[in-house]
């Protein structure tokens, strides 16, 4: 009998959103229950931020055409790291050597600041990120031409 | 690596990426291929009404242009299974997810019926919602443990995972896999499109197999 109530619950599906938003809430807040959860200082990828670097917060470090040191879980792998820390178009160059803080508009404009371990070491989630967002453009496309 | 389900035959490198094929993931990945290899070659079911205490009956037409998007993302959700089930980083994993969620939106939503389209849109709140606790899971697994590698992961060296950690991932693949909510999707199903539709419950079933095997790691 009860099965056969959450079922009749479950059928009618504008019950869904409600119910998974409770859930989310019943499990954040055993979450809060369980704090404090202890940090890992041994993190994978560090630096050190420059509050005064205009790249700030995506600026890496290191001279031009030298090697950064980062640090990866696999620096096997990726043996060209940290010899490019950003990318610069010259229009981001220009927006770095005359604004304060062009590290906060990196998805603001085309040509921004790209943070390397994102291309290099970490390239599979790069390529499926961009997926995702050319899947959703394609469905509202679809969707707002389906109307015409 | 004895926390993995199996020893892996072979590892792909994509920097601090690891793909895996163990006797696990190769099973799911080849399930995910085979439907897809389906789905590529199939054409869509024609849904046929009957009317009760009579002999008439209609088939629902499928255009063209709802026939190719839909395969399309089929196809999509497939290849996003397929790297679900073989990746071995918490975050890639995640990502694939939210992929498999938004093409499943994508499938139903080209359907042109009142009905399907109100069911699709409250299973694209769910999936839109799942992401918070999905990427939040990925985000304590990295500030608690330092890695996001699975191989690492099941080696146990590194701190244990907290259960939170554990249960953000599994309600985020639940949101945006749907995985008990079968009624719903029941609804959704009376989209016309065989092979397309069953694509959304397969690569839910998919993912919630897999997910079992990544908490069960640290």
């Known amino acids: 009998m009860i099965i056969r109530r959450i079922s009749h619950y479950l059928c009618n599906y504008e019950n869904i959103v409600p119910l998974f938003a409770g859930a989310c809430a019943f499990i954040v807040l055993i979450g809060i229950l369980l704090l404090p959860i202890q940090y890992h200082n041994d993190q994978l990828y560090p630096k050190t931020i420059d509050r005064n670097s205009t790249l700030d917060p995506y600026d890496r470090g290191g001279p031009p055409f030298a090697q950064a040191t980062i640090r990866a879980q696999y620096p096997e792998n990726s043996p060209s790291a940290g010899l490019v820390t950003s990318y ?18 990196i998805v603001a404009h085309p040509g921004g600041i790209l943070d390397e371990i994102l291309y290099n070491t970490r390239g599979l989630d790069t390529v499926v990120e961009p997926t ?17 | 690596m004895s926390n993995l389900a199996g020893i892996p035959y072979y590892v792909l490198e994509f920097g601090d990426e690891l793909v895996y094929f163990t006797p696990y993931t190769i099973t799911l990945f080849l399930l995910a291929l085979t439907f897809t290899i389906f789905v590529l070659v199939s054409r869509p079911e024609r849904q ?84 918070v606790p999905l990427f939040g899971g990925a985000a304590v697994y990295a500030a608690a ?8 992961l099941a080696k146990g060296t590194l701190p244990a995972v907290p259960f939170v950690a554990k249960a953000f991932l599994v309600l985020g693949v639940i949101g945006e896999g749907m995985a008990p909510f079968y009624a719903a999707k029941a609804e959704m199903f009376r989209a016309p499109g065989a092979p397309y539709v069953i694509m959304c419950s397969l690569s839910s079933l998919l993912i919630f197999l897999r997910v079992i095997e990544v908490v069960m790691l640290g």
């Open chain 2, 145 to 152: 443990t330092g890695s996001l590698s699975m191989i690492e």
């Open chain 2, 48 to 131: 046929v009404d009957i009317a009760f205490g009579g002999d008439a009956y209609t088939t629902k037409e499928i255009t063209i242009s709802e026939m190719r998007f839909r395969r399309f993302m089929a196809i999509a959700c497939g290849l996003a299974s397929m790297g679900a089930m073989v990746t071995g980083d918490i975050f890639n994993f995640t990502l694939f997810t939210a992929m498999v969620g938004i093409t499943n939106v994508g499938i139903v939503a080209a359907v042109k019926s009142p009905h399907v389209q109100n069911a699709a849109f409250q299973y694209g709140l769910v999936a839109l919602t799942a992401t």
């Open chain 1, 132 to 148: 995702i967002l050319f899947i959703a453009f394609a469905i509202a496309s679809y969707l707002y031409r389906k109307g015409s």
């Open chain 1, 88 to 105: 610069l178009t010259p229009f981001s160059q220009f927006l770095a050597d005359t604004t304060p803080h062009l590290g906060t508009t």
